[in-house]
């Protein structure tokens, strides 16, 4: 396993398999060693790199390889992990996925590691919930977060259009996408993404409708009917050229380098509100956040709060403990929280939330008010969603999307392929 330092890193791409040795020198006998896996930007990388860094001082016996891997490249990349039992020590989940890996033996209870080493009762028992499949913690969550809508603010400056707020409808969003696409009137520039392809957009979506994605006993939460008017929207939305084109938005690898706001393709982007700090990072001009639009009429925002990242131990690690203690460093420990900032979520630890706070840039507090700002538009958290939601989301949700904006396949196809190819997939 190739080691690179710091500095060449950051300068490179997050290649699939990459590997960063946290540590310099030969590998003692007493030395515990262990690998950590994510996915993300640049920053996340920088930021990881950084705790990491920290720890050592604490734990110099302690040595961590580095695994960052970009895009859907994770996924493949885990399963291999998976089928030749050889999981990351560490490795990186979310809420979409962490039941159903946790279901197929990819993670290790931590409820043992609970609280030493790993103290986590400052987060309280509903936090540590958002973690729990079939009554076992199977991750710690990183800070939370809710579906968001970004917008390029000197975009909408220049066009001399209003901002999404949190009350903007779902009319209203069409009308202004379409608006912003006439008024920049740039080639290769449209004034929204093709939203059809975002599972979590259609979970809003559906729950502003008292429906849902999934249902608690595993099918789909939504059938036929549902799918058709929900893709009327959307293909309405392209005809009137208010999306980006399919050729632009089946680019999209579902990381923040790809999404068409950031690639300059459209000036708004729908994602998970942590995200903004990344997408920040690699965009010249200020961005602003809301709500997901609303079905107005005093319908549910639809918005719920979930953990925005999580680490899991993998279940075949021998360093169970190890990995407890290091996780326990990088939520609990106040100079790692200050290197972390809200990256990934807003701290779940309300000690590391307080000492970050005055030291929060403007777009970083931007991340905190959202979430504070939901506080009463939130709807309980739904119950951990079914085996197979990854591949759904993935083969499905985003396959059947690209191919009727492609014209392969008509609203009522898609809408028939959607359902019934989701409820062959979703496993109670």
């Not at 919930?129 to 809710?146: A, R, Y």
């Not at 957009?201 to 006993?217: N, P, S």
């Not at 959307?234 to 980006?244: C, I, M, P, S």
């Not at 639009?293 to 993998?314: E, T, V």
């Amino acid at each position: 396993m190739k080691a690179f330092n710091r500095r060449s890193f950051l300068q490179g791409s997050l290649a699939a398999g990459a590997a960063l040795s946290f540590g310099a020198g030969t590998a003692r006998a007493d030395e515990t060693r262990m690998r950590m896996t994510w996915w993300g930007s640049h920053d996340r990388a920088k930021r990881t790199l950084g705790v990491a860094d920290l720890y050592k001082q604490k734990a110099p016996d302690v040595t961590i390889v580095g695994e960052p891997i970009s895009g859907d490249a994770y996924w493949t990349k885990l399963s291999t992990q998976m089928a030749g039992r050889n999981i990351s020590d560490i490795f990186q989940l979310e809420p979409g996925t962490i039941s159903d890996y946790s279901r197929r033996g990819a993670t290790m209870p931590l409820d043992g590691f609970i609280p030493k080493p790993l103290n986590v009762e400052a987060f309280g028992t509903k936090v540590l919930d958002l973690c729990k499949v079939d009554g076992k913690i199977h991750g710690i969550g990183l800070g939370l977060n809710s579906f968001s809508m970004f917008w390029d603010t000197a975009v909408f400056t220049k066009a001399g259009l209003p901002a999404p707020t949190t009350e903007t409808t779902w009319g209203q969003f069409a009308e202004l996408s379409v608006e912003l696409t006439k008024a920049v009137g740039k080639d290769q520039f449209w004034g929204a993404p093709y939203g059809a392809r975002y599972a979590s957009v259609l979970d809003v979506w559906l729950r502003q409708r008292g429906k849902a994605l999934f249902t608690a006993e595993g099918p789909l939460g939504f059938g036929v009917e549902d799918a058709k008017e929900w893709y009327a929207y959307w293909e309405d939305l392209r005809a009137k050229n208010g999306t980006v084109t399919p050729d632009v938005q089946s680019q999209e690898q579902n990381i923040i380098e790809t999404n068409p706001l950031s690639r300059g393709n459209s000036a708004i982007g729908f994602t998970y509100s942590n995200q903004l700090v990344g997408y920040q990072a690699v965009m010249p001009n200020k961005l602003g956040i809301t709500m997901v639009p609303q079905a107005g009429g005093g319908a549910p925002s639809g918005h719920y709060y979930r953990p925005a990242l999580i680490w899991s131990i993998g279940a075949t690690s021998k360093n169970g403990e190890a990995a407890a203690a290091f996780i326990d460093f990088f939520v609990n420990d106040i100079e790692a929280g200050k290197i972390l900032g809200v990256e990934r979520g807003v701290p779940m630890s309300p000690k590391v939330r307080e000492a970050i706070l005055p030291q929060l840039n403007e777009t970083e507090r931007a991340s905190v008010e959202y979430v504070n700002l939901l506080a009463d538009k939130v709807s309980a958290y739904p119950p951990p969603v079914p085996k197979g939601s990854q591949e759904f989301d993935r083969n499905v949700v985003r396959r059947t999307s690209d191919e009727l904006a492609f014209g392969n396949l008509t609203i009522d196809q898609a809408a028939q392929q959607l359902v019934e190819q989701g409820n062959a997939i979703i496993k109670p």
